[in-house]
């Protein structure tokens, strides 16, 4: 196997093959599994876990859509590659719910052999190449990540959620420290030649799988209640618009016509691989909280902080996105977080008195703004842009 029979080439390098569209079903589920951790441990040590999970789950997506940045997908071995890390993500996914009790050997076990095999194979088909140097220091910082993720598995459940935290935060600082290791090397973020286009597409349709779980989740929600009644129906219809607005201001964001920008990798790699973490999960945490006000008539502190938690995380990406991208933040995005926080102190403090739907009802109205200002903005830059030319 070479380089010259796997690596992606040609003027439809960024296209997004069928393969990766498979492999991302898995996420499906994956993602769907976050979203019940949560809700049957609602918790700051659930929340903690359903993080350090999530954390593990999104790296596991993220190195393998960037290593198809450089593989042909129509390829033999690529596509058997891809059917492996996909087998080991659906190991991870079966192990969520149980990763910090008697699942914790599958999940790191699923975890750790996609952290292998992916650099493992792009050593050897781009042997004498750059990119084998890359993915040989690559896998050099996810086995040491591995050390902690063993140790949490092997040692007392109470050691686990710190020993796990401490591989994540390996994992993550892999790229910022450019895959140094003192005495062997490193692989410096100008030594990747990544492909914009086809990270931007990968990012927006796992975005799309994270909102679509939210959709799968409310119309559980009806199903499990048995039948409709008026304020169901106006809970679902207000919990769909949050959806609505959600998806309408992420692609005036970075939808594919947004063009423009640092292309770096190392923007590529704040924007996609980091801020896109926090959309997505952002994205979880909202389809949490819908769940929540569907199957709750009174609010509570877990539903209120989840409910305003989640646009909160998603603003947190957003401003990381256009910080990597585009040099600047959106004052928007700041007065909305703003906003959702007096939103969250406000329902804290009169949790007994204010409707479920009263929350709801809050919460959309800050995100419909920004989205429609986000629009606005964008059709007014586009405007400019015209203009200009």
Not at 230 to 258: D, H, K, Q, R
Not at 280 to 302: F, Q, W
């Amino acid at each position: 196997m070479s380089s010259a029979s796997v690596a992606r080439t040609g003027p439809h390098r960024s296209e997004v093959a069928p393969v990766e569209l498979f492999f991302d079903l898995v996420y499906v589920f994956a993602i769907i599994q976050l979203s019940h951790l949560l809700i049957e441990h609602l918790s700051w040590i659930g929340a903690a876990q359903t993080v350090i999970v999530f954390a593990a789950v999104w790296w596991g997506w993220n190195y393998t859509a960037w290593a198809m940045n450089w593989l042909n997908p129509s390829r033999t071995p690529v596509q058997l590659l891809t059917a492996a890390l996909m087998l080991a993500a659906l190991g991870m996914s079966i192990a969520i719910p149980s990763a910090f009790g008697g699942g914790a050997w599958l999940f790191v076990g699923c975890y750790l052999a996609m952290g292998i095999l992916r650099p493992v194979f792009m050593m050897v088909a781009f042997r004498g190449q750059q990119l084998a140097t890359n993915y040989r220091m690559l896998l050099l910082w996810t086995l040491l990540a591995g050390v902690f993720w063993v140790a949490g598995a092997a040692l007392p459940e109470h050691w686990r959620l710190l020993l796990w935290l401490i591989a994540v935060l390996v994992d993550y600082a892999a790229p910022l420290a450019h895959y140094r290791l003192p005495g062997i090397g490193s692989a410096p973020m100008h030594l990747w030649d990544a492909d914009p286009e086809h990270l931007a597409e990968r990012n927006r349709l796992v975005f799309i799988i994270a909102l679509g779980e939210s959709i799968l989740l409310m119309g559980g929600s009806i199903v499990d209640h048995g039948h409709l009644t008026g304020a169901l129906t106006l809970s679902l219809v207000v919990g769909f618009a949050s959806l609505f607005v959600l998806w309408w201001n992420y692609f005036a964001l970075a939808g594919p016509e947004t063009v423009g920008g640092d292309s770096s990798t190392g923007a590529l790699r704040s924007a996609y691989a980091y801020a896109h973490a926090l959309m997505v999960l952002g994205a979880i945490l909202v389809a949490v909280s819908i769940e929540l006000r569907l199957t709750h008539d009174h609010l509570t502190p877990a539903t209120i902080l989840v409910t305003t938690a989640g646009p909160l995380v998603y603003l947190a990406g957003n401003l990381f996105f256009l910080r990597s991208r585009f040099g600047r933040l959106a004052r928007s995005r700041f007065l909305a977080a703003g906003a959702l926080v007096v939103i969250a102190v406000i329902a804290l403090l009169l949790q007994h008195t204010i409707p479920v739907i009263a929350l709801s009802v809050a919460v959309l109205a800050v995100t419909a703004t920004l989205a429609a200002t986000t629009v606005h903005a964008r059709r007014v830059s586009e405007n400019r842009a015209a203009l200009d030319a």
